[in-house]
């Protein structure tokens, strides 16, 4: 199994700004994932992250609005830009295990925005 | 139309209850998930399961792949159980299908 951790657990924000969420992993994953929530709604994939290749996105969903790092095998953080109330959501972040049905989830990131 | 179907969307129920949460889903799978979200927004997973059945304490989870269906149950439900549990199914490689969830609130 892998531990997650995220930070913040959760944040309120002004429209306009960004927020950068950290995801942090207890062992060396090759993938990992970004997720929202929105209020009501189910999980959402934003996009994936691989060590030392660039995100791949969803469709509806850019780098510009959400830029992803991954400098290494068991970090990586998502930034939502410019943010508007309509970004209030959780946003999770998960990985695979030793086989790629097996998933494991963080902790979330509440996020509002005023 | 989406993947995963849960059942029911909401569900109240007295200490000590029985109870059921249905899942189906429309896709093949190679695995499906009960998770479970607290108020907090983080989400464990519960069960992982392919085939048959699970028991994890008071939670049991069943998988019928010819009829694509679901349940997770709980004996002797208490109001810690009180969560979001959410269905989710494993598609291809990395692609999973998220049900909306089921809102279980147990009474004392």
């Known amino acids: 199994s892998a531990v997650i951790s995220q930070k913040p657990s959760r944040d309120i924000c002004q429209r306009g700004t960004s927020l950068t969420i950290q995801c942090q992993v207890d062992s060396q994953v090759t993938m990992m994932f970004w997720y929202r929530q929105q209020p009501g709604q189910s999980l959402t994939l934003i996009a994936t992250?691989?060590?030392?290749?660039?995100?791949?996105?969803e469709s509806g969903f850019v780098i510009d609005k959400f830029p992803i790092s991954r400098p290494n095998l068991t970090f990586s953080t998502l930034t939502v830009s410019n943010m508007s109330p309509e970004d209030s959501s959780i946003y999770l972040c998960?990985?695979?295990?030793?086989?790629?049905?097996?998933?494991?989830f963080g902790p979330g990131t509440r996020l509002t925005v005023t | 139309k989406n993947e995963v179907e849960q059942s029911p969307q909401n569900l109240t129920a007295q200490e000590g209850e029985f109870i059921t949460i249905n899942c189906s889903y429309s896709v093949g799978i190679s695995a499906l998930h009960w998770l479970q979200q607290h108020p907090g927004g983080g989400i464990v997973s519960l069960f992982m399961?392919?085939?048959g059945k699970k028991k994890h304490g008071r939670l049991i989870a069943t998988i019928n792949i010819q009829e694509k269906h679901s349940s997770l149950h709980i004996t002797a439900s208490h109001p810690r159980d009180s969560a979001v549990y959410i269905c989710?199914?494993?598609?291809?490689?990395?692609?999973?299908?998220f049900g909306t969830g089921t809102s279980l609130t147990v009474i004392p």
């Open positions: 399961l392919s085939s």
């Open positions: 998960s990985v695979t295990g030793g086989k790629s049905y097996e998933q494991y």
């Open positions: 989710a199914v494993n598609h291809t490689g990395n692609q999973f299908y």
């Open positions: 992250a691989n060590q030392g290749s660039e995100a791949t996105y």
